[in-house]
């Protein structure tokens, strides 16, 4: 018996270290692909396919009509013991993929990204003096659009107008402010603005320099159907006991989330969330201003299949980060309420799994 125990963990091992060798030749072995090849590299199952993946069971969407994440939000108390969520049966423990800068060639790169920045009033002058022109001088950068909101007593039209005098006055020859208004559970939808492979979401308190947004293109090539981002931006899901309930974690190092402030994202991804996201999930998103960064990582969970993993960390990938002002939602969204999100989202997705931690974090050499 024990004969047969070693040699099936001596199998597992050599089926691990096979996989990671085919992971990092796959990189070299496409480092000469031609930039139209992103879109093929990043496209998602067919419709059909999704489709049949989105049976969302009997779920009585109705009911969000008038909900808030309170009702979502698990008794508090002592927590003990904490328990992460199971990994693939793959891979017991995590991997760092070592990835060279040169695996690809930067022409190969060029204009492959859009930068999608959801722009509110207090900070727009502050984005466009100090975080503009590096994005828009990045060779990556294809476009930058500004989706715009404000507060209920001011204008999003006369907003709209002013921004665009800013970036008049400093001479973009790459941004522009997309029409319409949209929620915060509706931040995905300017998918059909974009037609770049993809795209660099960010708060307008965050931007990256050129070289970080290259290392995550190196991870977004590698994993196109996951949300790639920094070690600032990653998030876990953690258990409390016996409770089934979910908990949200800032500390702990499963990743099973990356948020969305600052990531990369395949634009067919972004595409998906417009058409299998349920309109009444999006309404409770925007009336409650949170849990859009979550569900975006439980949709690429879903459309992993098997894997069921939402995200890749880029180790030593970072955001810029500028002044978040008393206006900043982080301010309002607690932890508890962070925790009603996850359980929020596994109950309308009961067939959906919560996204495992992370199999693989990639470090840029």
Not at 229 to 240: A, M, P
Not at 242 to 256: E, G, I, K, Q, V
Request: glycine share 4%; hydrophobic share 40%; proline share 5%.
């Amino acid at each position: 018996m024990t004969k047969h125990v070693a040699v099936a963990l001596l199998a597992g091992v050599v089926v691990t270290l096979l996989l990671v060798d085919y992971l990092r030749t796959h990189v070299k072995s496409t480092a000469t692909t031609a930039r139209a090849r992103f879109l093929s590299e990043t496209t998602l199952p067919p419709k059909h396919e999704v489709e049949a993946m989105d049976q969302q069971g009997g779920y009585d969407y109705a009911a969000l009509q008038n909900a808030t994440l309170d009702q979502w939000k698990p008794a508090s108390g002592p927590c003990s013991p904490r328990s992460s969520l199971q990994r693939r049966t793959t891979f017991r423990r995590q991997t760092t993929l070592s990835l060279k800068k040169e695996d690809a060639a930067s022409e190969n790169l060029q204009g492959s990204v859009t930068a999608a920045i959801t722009m509110g009033p207090f900070r727009a002058k502050h984005r466009v003096k100090h975080f503009l022109t590096p994005l828009e001088q990045c060779i990556y950068i294809k476009e930058i659009v500004f989706d715009t909101w404000v507060p209920a007593d001011q204008s999003i039209v006369d907003f709209r107008a002013a921004l665009g005098e800013q970036l008049m006055k400093a001479n973009s020859t790459k941004a522009r402010v997309l029409p319409g208004e949209r929620g915060l559970g509706e931040r995905f939808y300017v998918a059909e603005y974009i037609d770049s492979p993809f795209t660099l979401v960010l708060d307008d308190d965050r931007s990256m320099k050129c070289a970080e947004i290259h290392k995550l293109l190196l991870a977004g090539r590698l994993f196109p159907r996951r949300v790639v981002s920094g070690l600032d931006h990653r998030r876990s899901i953690y258990k409390c006991g016996s409770s089934d309930a979910l908990f949200y974690s800032y500390s702990r190092n499963d990743d099973n989330l990356a948020l969305t402030c600052g990531a990369l994202l395949s634009t067919s991804l972004l595409q998906s969330y417009t058409q299998i996201i349920p309109k009444p999930v999006v309404g409770l998103i925007n009336r409650e201003k949170n849990c859009e960064d979550m569900t975006i990582n439980w949709l690429a969970a879903h459309l992993n299949g098997d894997e069921q993993e939402s995200c890749v960390i880029v180790e030593d990938a970072s955001a810029l980060v500028g002044p978040q002002g008393s206006e900043s939602l982080s301010r309002t969204n607690t932890e508890a309420r962070r925790d009603a999100c996850v359980n929020f989202l596994r109950d309308v997705f009961p067939y959906w799994p919560v996204p495992r931690p992370s199999s693989f974090r990639v470090r840029i050499h």
